[in-house]
């Protein structure tokens, strides 16, 4: 079943279309990364899904229902500007947030102090906000978000904020999560967040969706047939077949190449050919990297 | 539970938890009786204190006899140019009156001369002596007896009976005014303090961008309301704390002066022996509070309270959704107070002196205009019909209000970093979900 499926979405604001009949279909227990270039449409789209505010037309469901008020406590949102109210004590603060989802008062504090005991914070249950450091903030915030165990998980720049040690927490919550069934949407610019986590991703450039399926799916349509390859000593390739885009010489009269195999010709062919002028000390594929993806396809829009 | 109702309690907690409520709410109802106290007792010392100034005087006419009540009067010998010349050097007197010579009927060319412009008070004192003078003057030259005179003095005060209800009730319009003026003055207070509170804290909740997780669990307009309305339930607690703590220490304060509460008085009988109650005028005063209904003003207070807030509670509510500092909120706070303002200014001018006149009856109906025009009218008595009118139109009109600031709201605190005028808000209310 889809965690989640958005079917020709259409969001217009007074000026300018923010979302164009766009489509999703989110796998549950997935890590879903959301990718576009900033006023792609991103931030809309993640409040619709929210019920923050309303699609002019198209449907969403969630777990195979239409998405309803009462989906509110089944969906976790992180938003990307982050806020707690400054004045009010962790534990009542996470508590309030937590019954906001529906949760009952003994169940919400309950749950809250488990997580605090989780995160190691223990101490901060009753200090204010506002006395947190930043990272702290981010932390209850992360909390907060994932309370009231919803299935769905929508985090818009998760990492943003955190230092490498609770950014490398946040990461194995995350994928604990994920192993405990949720299906988690990640809205970032970061790649390597991308590369790193994500099973599924889904472009959106300009308000429309422009790129979707599963990472491996998309660097499998993306690939160029270009391959690395380390030599010792340089050479010149004018063999029909191949063409060599880059060659940089690298320590010790070593050589590294980039060669792309037009049709009709093949890696292990040109191994051969090339272990006749050269001597071959690595030959690996290059796979694009999503931000390469990501790059070409958004200035390609742009042209 | 109920969303809303969290909403509520977390706000209502939010504020009462807080110390400067339980200091506003203690201190508040003490700082007015206190500062006006203080500043009574000081003028009455000032006054008791006060040195009499040193008035020198030239008296062409020959009829004034100094008086030593207020000013020391001195003669100076010379004529009036060389009085001016001598009085210019002199710090130590505070004038130099000159009165020419002059026919009684029509005394004009009496001039004071000072280094200082004299106050409206001293010039009315100087004035009043002299015309004292010169009606005994005319009196002995018109051959009539003081004693004659004096009788036909009369002292009239018209009892002011209201027949209406069928039952008699003695009222003292001066007493009347005062409490619609001071009805009136703490409605405009209100309004505005617990207004004001609701916009800092919606601006707030959208600058900690807090208002994003929220709205993904409740609908904008819940949370809005949740937290108007938690607001005016603290705004009650308060009024009640308030009534509780005026009417303990008011009994506190008339018992120590020997007199009953006016409440109480009615059912008691009053002491015959206490000092006060042999004072005429204490005795109306009482009587006459003792007349007004004080549950039926407080319910009504509360009623106006309650609607004039929920009304601008809302739009000081979309304000605050709209901006991003309380500092951008100012140049939209001004059109929400005009009809305040209106009101206000109206009381004073229309109000309390024609509480049933036209202009006044339209100002207690008009929902933005009634919570402080009818708070002034409310003591003098208003027709049930007029009443009804008002309230419900005031329920008519923050029902509006709040349909209007919902709608600029849901979008508004979304909204970071963008220009907002007239126009955008506009926007915002057109646009659909």
Redesign the interface.
């Known amino acids: 079943m889809e965690a989640l499926t958005v079917n020709e979405v259409t969001k217009r604001y007074t000026n300018h279309l923010a979302l164009d009949q766009v489509s999703l279909s989110i796998p549950e227990q997935s890590i879903f990364g959301l990718l576009g270039p900033n006023g792609a449409g991103k931030t809309t789209l993640i409040r619709i899904i929210n019920q923050i505010i309303n699609a002019d037309s198209g449907t969403i469901s969630i777990f195979g229902e239409t998405l309803d008020t009462k989906h509110i406590g089944t969906i976790g949102y992180l938003p990307e500007e982050r806020g707690l109210y400054k004045k009010l004590k962790v534990g009542e603060q996470l508590i309030y947030l937590a019954r906001l989802k529906g949760l009952s008062r003994s169940d919400a504090s309950e749950k809250c102090k488990a997580w605090i005991k989780k995160f190691e914070i223990t101490e901060w249950w009753s200090k204010k906000v506002e006395d947190l450091s930043k990272g702290m903030a981010q932390k209850v915030q992360f909390i907060s978000t994932v309370l009231h165990e919803p299935r769905l998980i929508i985090l818009d720049e998760p990492f943003s904020g955190f230092d490498p040690v609770n950014a490398q927490l946040i990461t194995r919550e995350i994928l604990e999560l994920k192993n405990k069934g949720c299906t988690i949407i990640f809205s970032t610019h970061r790649m390597e967040t991308v590369e790193d986590l994500c099973d599924h991703i889904a472009l959106i450039d300009n308000s429309k969706k422009i790129l979707e399926g599963s990472k491996k799916q998309v660097k499998e349509t993306y690939r160029s047939n270009t391959f690395r390859v380390e030599t010792k000593g340089g050479f010149k390739l004018s063999l029909a077949g191949y063409e060599l885009l880059d060659q940089q010489p690298l320590e010790d009269s070593y050589y590294n190449s980039i060669i792309k195999i037009n049709d009709g010709s093949s890696p292990n062919k040109l191994i051969r050919d090339l272990t006749e002028i050269t001597e071959v000390h690595s030959f690996v594929e290059k796979v694009p990297t999503m931000s390469e993806i990501f790059i070409s396809l958004v200035k390609g829009g742009k042209k | 539970?109920n969303?809303v109702l969290?909403?509520i309690q977390?706000e209502f907690l939010?504020r009462v938890q807080k110390k400067s409520f339980l200091i506003a709410t203690i201190l508040l109802p003490l700082i007015f009786p206190a500062i006006m106290a203080v500043l009574v007792y000081i003028s009455v010392q000032h006054k008791k204190n006060a040195t009499k100034e040193v008035v020198y005087f030239v008296d062409d006419s020959g009829f004034f006899s100094p008086d030593t009540s207020r000013f020391i009067f001195r003669r100076f010998n010379g004529n009036i140019d060389d009085a001016k010349n001598a009085f210019q050097y002199d710090d130590a007197s505070y004038g130099l009156l000159y009165i020419p010579s002059l026919e009684l009927s029509s005394p004009r060319g009496i001039t004071l001369y000072t280094n200082v412009s004299p106050g409206p008070n001293e010039v009315g004192s100087m004035e009043r002596i002299l015309e004292d003078q010169i009606r005994e003057l005319k009196m002995i030259k018109f051959n009539i007896d003081k004693k004659v005179l004096d009788s036909l003095n009369t002292n009239v005060s018209i009892q002011n009976v209201n027949l209406a209800g069928g039952e008699e009730k003695t009222s003292d319009s001066n007493v009347l005014f005062g409490v619609g003026m001071a009805c009136g003055i703490m409605m405009y207070m209100f309004i505005f303090i617990y207004g004001a509170q609701i916009m800092q804290g919606i601006i707030?909740?959208k600058t900690?961008?807090?208002?994003?997780?929220?709205?993904?669990?409740?609908?904008?307009f819940q949370l809005m309301m949740g937290k108007i309305v938690g607001l005016a339930s603290v705004g009650l607690l308060q009024f009640l704390i308030w009534i509780v703590l005026i009417t303990t220490l008011s009994s506190i304060v008339l018992g120590y002066f020997g007199l009953e509460m006016p409440q109480q008085q009615m059912m008691n009988e009053m002491s015959p022996q206490s000092p006060a109650m042999q004072n005429p005028q204490t005795l109306e005063l009482l009587n006459t509070m003792s007349q007004i209904p004080f549950a039926y003003v407080i319910f009504n207070f509360l009623f106006y309270f309650l609607g004039g807030y929920l009304l601008y509670g809302a739009l000081f509510a979309a304000v605050g959704s709209a901006v991003d500092s309380p500092a951008e909120a100012q140049q939209f706070m001004f059109p929400i107070t005009i009809p305040m303002l209106i009101a206000y200014f109206g009381l004073f001018t229309f109000i309390l002196d024609d509480p049933h006149g036209t202009i006044s009856i339209w100002l207690s109906i008009i929902p933005f205009t009634s919570p402080i025009a009818m708070m002034g009218r409310i003591a003098f008595g208003v027709p049930d019909w007029q009443l009804a009118l008002s309230m419900v139109s005031l329920i008519a009109g923050f029902m509006l209000t709040t349909w209007v600031a919902g709608r600029i709201y849901r979008v508004g605190i979304?909204m970071?970093g963008t220009k907002i005028n007239y126009k955008v808000m506009a926007?915002w209310f057109m646009?659909?979900?």
């Open positions: 539970m969303k969290l909403i977390r939010n707030e909740e900690s961008k807090v208002v994003e997780v929220i709205i993904s669990s409740v609908k904008s979304l970071h926007k646009m659909k979900g």
